[in-house]
């Protein structure tokens, strides 16, 4: 579950994306929230005058907390809509440790990872030269909002599925991030499985 708010360039209005999905959408407005479906699949709400009902504060994507997710439910329900929210609120930045490293078998940069974070072991097609096995890295797990915008999804790369992302220093927009590619190799002072950025 991602959102989005920004006051000043859009007004007081919360952008609650709950699935990620294209094509066609309905909208249903019942007061200040327009519930939205692909189908019959509820995938978000805009919800209106959203600092009357909510503590919301910042500034483009924002993080969710137990206490935002719980006054979206209240207003959801006020509203007249009987969805219930379910928010992953576990980091989605994560140490990953690299267990194995496979040839992808339809792609010659490609590699197939296995890799420990350690509440699951996740598949993760990587394209980085750099990877190897037995490496620490940073995981961008399925949901994390990268700095550019971007929403990683479950994603299938040349038919091999891969749920989540390494990534580099350049893509994480850190500072004095090197301009080459490659992703960022971890020291062994981090822990398989913390947060990787302090939330």
């Given at each position: 579950m991602n959102l989005f708010y920004n006051k000043e360039a859009v007004g007081d209005v919360a952008f609650l994306q709950v699935e990620p999905a294209s094509g066609e959408f309905n909208y249903e407005y019942k007061g200040d929230v327009v519930e939205i479906k692909n189908e019959s699949q509820?995938?978000?709400?805009?919800?209106?005058?959203?600092?009357?009902?909510s503590t919301i504060s910042g500034n483009g994507h924002v993080k969710l907390t137990e206490t935002l997710v719980n006054e979206f439910q209240k207003a959801i329900e006020d509203?007249?809509?009987?969805?219930?929210?379910?928010?992953?609120?576990?980091?989605?930045?994560?140490?990953?440790?690299?267990?194995?490293?496979?040839?992808?078998?339809?792609?010659?940069?490609?590699?197939?990872?296995?890799?420990?974070?350690?509440?699951e072991k996740l598949q993760i097609v990587c394209g980085a030269a750099n990877i190897?096995?037995?490496?620490?890295?940073?995981?961008?797990?399925?949901?994390?909002?990268?700095?550019?915008?971007?929403?990683?999804?479950?994603?299938?790369?040349?038919?091999?599925?891969?749920?989540?992302m390494i990534c580099s220093m350049k893509e994480l927009d850190l500072p004095n991030a090197p301009q080459e590619k490659g992703i960022m190799v971890l020291s062994d002072d981090y822990t398989v499985g913390q947060a990787f950025f302090e939330e």
């Open positions: 509820v995938v978000g709400y805009n919800i209106f005058n959203v600092s009357e009902k509203a007249g809509f009987t969805f219930k929210l379910n928010a992953d609120l576990s980091p989605k930045f994560v140490v990953g440790y690299v267990e194995t490293k496979e040839k992808h078998p339809d792609a010659d940069k490609l590699s197939v990872l296995s890799v420990d974070v350690s509440s190897d096995a037995g490496q620490k890295v940073v995981v961008a797990k399925v949901g994390a909002v990268m700095p550019s915008g971007m929403v990683i999804k479950d994603a299938e790369l040349r038919g091999v599925a891969s749920s989540g």
